[in-house]
């Protein structure tokens, strides 16, 4: 089993959802996250004021693959993500370890 988290740009969230679930991954969290990296934020104006915004607002989607290959979710995210400019997204390729299912106790690549 592999967690893969995705940090990716607002507007391309549909298209990495519907990249996954294509690949028959369907179950994920995701969480509205702020960061920073190396698109280094932008500058806005209010009411004459310049405020430099360096915590961008971004999705993570994370999910736990086990019958499909992590290789093809890597990819389909980052086709799915593409922009081709800064802070376009990263994402995270951990080793799982296990998994338990509350309601029924059930372990490994059955709990998810």
Not at 16 to 35: C, F, P, S
């Amino acid at each position: 089993m592999v967690r893969i988290e995705a940090i990716i740009r607002p507007d391309k969230f549909d298209d990495v959802k519907d990249a996954l679930q294509r690949l028959g991954v369907i179950a994920m969290t995701v969480d509205e996250v702020h960061g920073c990296g190396h698109q280094a934020g932008h500058v806005e104006h209010y009411r004459g004021l310049e405020t430099h915004i360096n915590l961008l607002r971004k999705i993570r989607i994370t999910t736990v693959v086990h019958e499909v290959d992590p290789d093809d979710v890597v990819t389909a995210i980052c086709d799915a993500a593409y922009t081709g400019e800064h802070g376009d997204g990263k994402i995270f390729i951990m080793p799982l370890l296990d998994a338990v299912r509350i309601r029924t106790r059930e372990r490994g690549g059955e709990a998810v």
